[in-house]
């Protein structure tokens, strides 16, 4: 299809992953009305973003990508949004320092709201009911009501998002960003924790940075406020084609629910619905390659998505495992770099990484969460490639649902606060711990 496809035509190739609705006139009148609204970020700012991702790929920034596995409603709230952000900002002045390069800020948040799902049932205690898909379709309760696709909450995903987004675009350019202020944070998160004591040398250094630029009389705007961008699984086909419009400088279609889409590993097919989609929009686009992808997938996929060979419009996100990483992502880099494919590489070392605890509960261990970044930047050294950022699952609470990490969690320490519906983050302390490893890992050079 050489011009964007209708919905039609895009269900034409049916798109895996979605919801069955029950009642298609409820459908159409929310696509509808969400055609109907106003944008919540404008095609200037993703061509903005790109331009960052561009730089990523030649290695001169560095991506951070972070939030929650799955948004949910309940929790868009001042509180809720402010602690992620915050710790985001912590983890981003971190990087930087230690890489020296700006670091591409990209919230997995605003827009997060819908989940594929490995099966279409989940049975409990001989009940069997359709899977949770995500705050976006049904209601995460284990109940026959609240399983039923509602297409209304298409248009709570929009409102929610609008709501996240204007309070994160207030934190960022109000003044709550000040490099100062995030610098106090990490310092407050060196002092509590005794076993944050190895990351205190760098916290030095970054105060030494800080008060040589305030005796210089330095104070540019840059210490006041910071860019920071929109990204989720672009997933759900009734809201990801409402959302999408002509921008009238280029008559060009871009997704404005969000600045950063990506295609998740289940939905990457090359004939697929979602592919297709996305190789119409003009936003900067992810797509995520697990441990069977191949070189010929990935070079497929970049031929499909990104014709122009255009920096900073691709990036594969990759996400093997620990165990796989080193193994299953050299020939994969190397076979694309070989054919001068332009492409920012990132890694996700969550979903590769996740098992099931022996009391039951979804889980994914620190260790392997960083030995899995350490294998990404290993490949990338030796093969003389850019290791361009993580995405992380992450969260800005102290929640009780990824192993290991300074505090030590343990397996019975899942079950103090588990509080994520789909996949577990880290918490707080856990992502600031990453922040400083991966750190390390940067400076390593
Ligand atoms: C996710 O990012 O939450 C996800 C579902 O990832 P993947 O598509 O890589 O499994
Ligand atoms: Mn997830």
Known sequence: MSTFPSLQQLHDLKPLQQPTYPDSGAVQATVDRLRGLPPLVFAGECDALKAKLAAVSRGEAFLLQGGDCAETFAEVTADNVRNKLRVLLQMAVVLTYAGSMPVVKLGRLAGQYAKPRSSDLETRDGVTLPAYRGDAVNAFEFTPEARIPDPGRMLDVYNNSAATLNLVRAFVTGGYADLRQVHAWNNDFIRESPF????????????????????????????RGVDFYSSHEALLMEYEHAMTRIDSRTDKPYNVSGHFVWIGERTRQLDGAHVEYFSHIQNPIGVKLGPTATADDALGLAAKLNPDN????????????????????????????????????????????????SNGYKTRRFDDVIDEVQGFFDVHRSLGTVPGGVLVEMTGDDVTECIGGGEELDEASLAHRYESVVDPRLNRVQSLELAYLVAEMLRRG
């Open 310 to 357: 255009e920096p900073g419009r691709l990036t594969f996100i990759t996400r093997f495992g620990a165990e796989k990483i080193r193994e299953g992502l050299a020939p994969l880099v190397e076979k694309v770099s070989a054919e001068g494919v332009s492409v920012a590489w990132i890694s996700d070392p969550m979903h590769g990484n996740t098992f099931t605890s």
């Open 196 to 223: 944050a004591q190895r990351y205190e040398q760098m916290a030095t250094e970054i105060d030494r940075a800080l008060e040589f630029m305030k005796a210089i009389g330095a104070n540019p705007d840059e210490f």
